[in-house]
């Protein structure tokens, strides 16, 4: 089993739909949540960051961290043609190089 | 844009080859990080540099080095290549060595081996 599994998708929906990605991960250590967001041919850029366990909101993005069931989520308001890109969590522990894993990426295309 | 640069953007080589990547981290940034990305892998680290010493090393194959200078570049030296090392090479940088603090990633060498 990967430390991390995120399904890659596609996914294709229309514009002002609600989104949800996820991933699950099995190491029970990881207590730094993020997701990143990465347009064709850029780097990754950080989108969302939670510490543990529970919700956090930025404008029409929630990321939500359920430890007990070892499941992250991102979710999406009124998606955007802007929000096509590809969405990779991230977890890490709290141990100095204690490396980032990252999530495959999930490929979102928002139509108009 | 990030404030992290990386060179060259695009690197065409034939198999058995060395190269060399190049990457300049964000002003004040002290932590310099390798990730690679294909298609099947994902998003990998490779190995991270903190102020010019090396701080971690995930999955980074005996054939490939890297090193931090005393500006605070680093450079990623690939060598005998195979065509299974073709994949998009990331550098990126924090303040920090904690890799939990936000890393801010440069857009990346394409690789191919031919």
């Known amino acids: 089993q990967k430390e991390v599994e995120q399904d890659p998708g596609p996914l294709s929906v229309p514009e002002g739909a609600i989104v949800s990605l996820n991933c699950t991960y099995s190491?029970?250590?990881?207590?730094?949540f993020m997701w990143y967001r990465q347009y064709s041919r850029k780097g990754p850029e950080l989108l969302m960051y939670?510490?543990?366990?529970g919700n956090k909101e930025d404008g029409r993005f929630t990321a939500q961290v359920d430890k007990s069931s070892k499941y992250i989520s991102l979710f999406i308001r009124d998606s955007q043609p802007s929000d096509s890109a590809t969405y990779l969590c991230a977890m890490s522990g709290n141990q100095a190089g204690t490396a980032l894993i990252f999530g495959k990426g999930t490929t979102l295309s928002v139509s108009s | 844009d990030s404030g992290v640069t990386q060179t060259p953007k695009h690197l065409i080589t034939a198999t058995g080859q060395r190269v060399t990547l190049r990457c300049s981290p964000r002003s004040g940034d002290l932590s310099v990080y390798w990730y690679q990305q294909s298609l099947d892998q994902g998003l990998q680290f490779l190995i991270q540099y903190y102020n010019g010493e090396e701080r971690a090393k995930g999955n980074i194959l005996e054939r490939f080095s890297a090193q931090q200078f005393p500006d605070l570049h680093s450079e990623l030296n690939l060598s005998s290549l195979e065509l299974g090392d073709s994949a998009l090479y990331f550098c990126a940088s924090s303040v920090t060595n904690l890799f939990y603090n936000e890393q801010f990633f440069g857009p990346g060498t394409r690789l191919t081996v031919l």
């Open positions: 190491n029970s250590a990881f207590q730094y």
């Open positions: 939670t510490y543990s366990s």
